[in-house]
């Protein structure tokens, strides 16, 4: 008896949770899947020198790399050094690097266009630092957290998604390079070991308005 | 003129709740807080060994700002629904050196007792939780009495509309177990 009542018990739920949304906010859109083309790519964004660009402008020869970032999240804080070598490095090595700041503002001073130039001068960025002022960009690639890395090939497909490495407090303790290793696949033609990553961060602070 | 600060006005609404919130001791006092380091299999052995038809495990950290700002209405709801069969898991996802600073958070808000803070590669602990989840904070994750993933989300939800979710796996449990006794 208390079997069929488990049963019956356990079938409600699932019935319930088969009507139950999947991802409760408008902008958990799934990511983009490795294979994917960039999005959006001819949306002109607001660089911190003052230029528009768009991401088919910072598209490189050899790849596109795409991180969404922003200025206040504690995680990207502990990684903003590695994300600004890794940048500065492979820009020189035929990648196209562009950081987007997607985070409203409005939520978070921080996050505004005058602290994102800054920061891009403190930290000596070689590459475009761009502000995604609908967050329509953002929410195109299915980008959710800060710092995420989107790689493409030079055909514009993607081949890396996720996180910078595995240790974003301590540098020194990091085992695995996930971004840089994959960089240096891409650049070599060889297969890249992990292209899916993920690690703890911030939620991107979407604009309302534009949901 | 007073100004109230983020922590006097988190302490009223913990104040509220803390009488009735997990790990409050007989005197109303609540007990030191313990944050015992857990990897996803130990979270959801916890969540099947908690006694609670609904689940709620949600990982924050003190750096979080909607996260600390959600964290009074959590311990407000599972005040209210204990009695209901719910029950909350508080996870710190703050790195292993900001331990003590998330327990003297949680003592602020009136908690006591026993508290987990993540252990383990961030990677294995994501897809161990949900392979939907992206690792943005702060995460929640409802189960039901058995370990089973009924519902997760990420971002901060208001009081409203955290309770409107769990009830409706209350009730989707309860109405199961009276049709049984039919």
């Known amino acids: 008896m208390k079997t069929i009542r488990a049963l019956a018990t356990a079938t409600l739920l699932a019935l319930a949770a088969a009507l139950a949304p999947a991802a409760a906010l ?45 200025n206040s999240c504690p995680w990207v804080k502990a990684w903003q050094e590695r994300i600004v070598a890794l940048g500065n490095s492979y820009s020189e090595r ?32 070689r590459f475009p630092y761009v502000m995604d002022e609908t967050s329509e960009v953002a929410k195109a690639f299915g980008a959710r957290v800060t710092p995420e890395a989107f790689l493409f090939d030079a055909e514009g497909r993607l081949v890396y998604h996720g996180t910078i490495d595995d240790n974003a407090k301590d540098p020194s303790a990091v085992t695995q ?26 939620t991107i602070k979407f604009r309302k308005e534009a949901s | 003129m007073v100004r ?32 015992v380091p857990a990897r996803a299999a ?14 709620l495990v949600n990982v924050w950290a003190t750096w979080c700002a909607p996260c600390l700002e959600e964290l009074p209405d959590l311990l407000r709801l599972e ?39 993540k252990d383990g590669p961030d990677m294995e602990f994501i897809e161990g939780l949900e392979p939907r989840w992206s690792g943005a904070l702060p995460a ?17 939800l208001a009081y409203e509309a955290l309770e409107g979710r769990v009830r409706r796996w209350l009730d989707a449990g309860r109405t199961g177990e009276e049709e049984n006794k039919r």
């Open chain 1, 26 to 70: 408008a902008e958990d859109a799934p990511a983009l899947s490795l294979g994917d083309a960039r999005l959006l790519v001819e949306r002109a964004l607001k660089n911190v020198d003052g230029r528009a660009l768009s991401i088919r402008d910072t598209a490189g020869e050899k790849g596109t790399l795409v991180i969404f970032t922003c």
């Open chain 1, 94 to 125: 035929g990648i196209g690097v562009i950081a987007i700041n997607a985070n409203d503002p409005g939520r978070n001073a921080e996050d505004g266009f005058d602290v994102m130039q800054q920061r891009a001068q403190e930290l000596g960025m």
């Open chain 1, 177 to 202: 390079h996930f971004l840089r290793d994959a960089l240096e696949a891409l650049l070599a033609g060889r297969e890249i070991a992990q292209k899916e990553t993920k690690a703890l961060g911030c």
């Open chain 2, 4 to 35: 109230l600060s983020f922590w006097s006005v988190a302490g009223a609404a913990a104040l509220a709740v803390a009488s009735a919130a997990q790990g409050a001791g007989p005197s109303g006092q609540a007990q030191p807080v313990e944050l």
């Open chain 2, 42 to 55: 130990d979270l959801l052995r916890e969540v099947a060994g908690s006694g609670g038809r609904v689940v």
């Open chain 2, 79 to 117: 005040a209210a629904l204990r009695g209901a069969g719910f029950r909350l898991l508080l996870v710190s996802g703050d790195f292993p050196s900001e331990r003590e600073a998330a327990g003297r958070f949680l003592a602020r808000l009136g908690f006591g007792g026993r508290s987990f803070i």
């Open chain 2, 140 to 156: 929640s994750f409802l189960y039901d009495g058995s370990g089973r993933v009924l519902e997760f989300w990420e971002g901060k």
